[in-house]
């Protein structure tokens, strides 16, 4: 799991293979890039992750953090904002769909980048494949323990940062969009509370 700070970032280094337990015989392995701009993004591509389904609400184990692939449950989350953590098995299925989760960390509160962050996803480009009533496929969530600020996922990519920078995370999704397993846009199940609470 990534750590927070520069420091931890910056060792990951140009380029770096790390060799991950894989499930079911198969390792999964990733490639960290070099930390870039002012917030040390660093993006990371994965390979060889599980994509079963799992009974709902079960225990999810995923070996990197933001989860970018893995068992997951069999219905997603709808493509909105929330104000609480959603269950990793519901939003890893929305990465199977095409769609680019947006994770973010602030045990003190972070109301202000929350709110920009927002706004950054409302002007993304509408989604030529989604209807008119969901326009784009993203979410965004907090996750505690997430390992950095902010970060956003895709189906086998990361993207982990210090604070938000609007172009790095901009350009990760324009590049990773829509790049699931299953590529359609269709909503998923609206929550207003944790389901597995």
């Given amino acids: 799991m990534l750590e927070h700070g520069k420091a931890a970032r910056l060792a990951f280094g140009s380029a770096v293979l790390l060799v991950l337990c894989g499930c079911g015989g198969s390792e999964v392995t990733s490639r960290a890039g070099e930390p870039q701009g002012e917030c040390n ?3 990371t591509s994965f390979q060889n992750g599980s994509h079963g ?3 709902p609400c079960s ?6 953090s933001p989860p970018v692939f893995g068992d997951h449950y069999p219905t997603w989350a709808a493509f ?3 104000d609480f953590p959603v269950p990793l098995g519901f939003l890893v299925h929305d990465l199977e769909h095409g769609a680019v989760v947006f994770f973010y960390d602030c045990p003190d509160g972070c109301a202000d980048e929350v709110a920009e962050v927002a706004e950054f996803i409302d002007a993304l480009p509408v989604d030529p494949i989604c209807p008119a009533e969901i326009a784009r496929r993203t979410v965004l969530v907090p996750r505690p323990a997430l390992g950095a600020r902010w970060a956003t996922a895709a189906w ?3 993207l982990t ?4 920078d609007a172009e790095l995370f901009g350009d990760f999704y324009e590049r990773r969009v829509g790049r699931g397993r299953e590529d359609f846009c ?3 199940s609206l929550f207003t509370t944790n389901p597995c609470e």
């Fill in 161 to 164: 940062a210090d604070c938000f």
């Fill in 59 to 64: 225990e999810t184990d995923y070996e990197m």
């Fill in 53 to 55: 389904h799992i009974e």
């Fill in 156 to 158: 086998g990519h990361s």
């Fill in 41 to 43: 993004a660093i993006e």
């Fill in 80 to 82: 909105q904002a929330y």
């Fill in 186 to 188: 269709n909503q998923g």
